[in-house]
Each structure stands twice: as structure tokens, then as C-alpha cells.
């Protein structure tokens, strides 16, 4: 999705190329079989131009981000988000600023 998201349209062939050089355990097989499941699960759009397939995502990297994070937060955590915000405090060096960074963020949405 991250290369879809980054160059919508794209081409099938741009697809395999780029993931096949990132990572060379993509077969280009694997990554059509997988643009089919994403046009499947309605994450993914495509017409047919001459003998190319274009596709283009239907979900924005912001709600697809979402629904992983909750169904991460749901398998792992049980859907509770304390456990899982002190296993990375505790398990990751943050720095001073990180700290700060997260002390604002939860401040913020503290209620009066």
C-alpha cells in the first residue's frame, strides 16, 4: 500500500519492481496475488490501460494506519491501551524530548 499511497496511479510493473528491489523475498507472483486480495478487500482500485493494470488506493494511509493500530491494540493488548504504552516506555530508550513529546500529548487530552 505505502508504494500505492506514495505514487497513485501505479502500474502492476511499478509495484513488483519496487518491492522486489526493497525486499528480494518478493516474488512477483506473491505481489500480484496480493494486489488482487487489497482490490478484494476494497482497499484498492484498478483500470485496465492497454495491457497494464493501474491501480490506486480507496483507503487513505491515515484510516488504514487506524484500523491497524485498533486491531493491533485488540489482538495484542486485549483493546487496553495502558499495558501496551508501558511495555514500549519500559522496553524503549526514550529520550528526554520523547518524554516531554508524550507528557504534552496526554496532558493535552486530559479532562477539567
Known amino acids: 500500500m505505502k508504494v500505492i499511497w506514495d505514487d497513485s496511479p501505479c502500474p502492476a510493473s511499478t509495484i513488483v519492481e519496487r518491492l522486489t528491489i526493497q525486499d528480494d523475498s518478493w516474488h512477483p507472483k506473491t505481489v500480484k496475488t496480493l494486489l488482487n486480495r487489497l482490490v478484494k478487500k476494497e482497499a484498492l482500485g484498478f483500470a485496465k490501460e492497454g495491457r497494464a493494470y493501474v491501480y ?57
Open 56 to 112: 490506486r488506493p480507496l483507503v487513505s494511509e491515515s484510516d488504514c494506519a487506524d484500523e491497524a493500530s485498533v486491531s493491533f491494540l485488540e489482538k495484542v493488548y486485549g483493546g487496553s491501551l495502558t499495558p501496551m504504552v508501558a511495555h514500549f516506555v519500559e522496553n524503549r530508550k526514550l529520550n528526554n524530548q520523547e518524554i516531554d513529546q508524550l507528557r504534552k500529548m496526554l496532558n493535552e487530552r486530559r479532562t477539567p
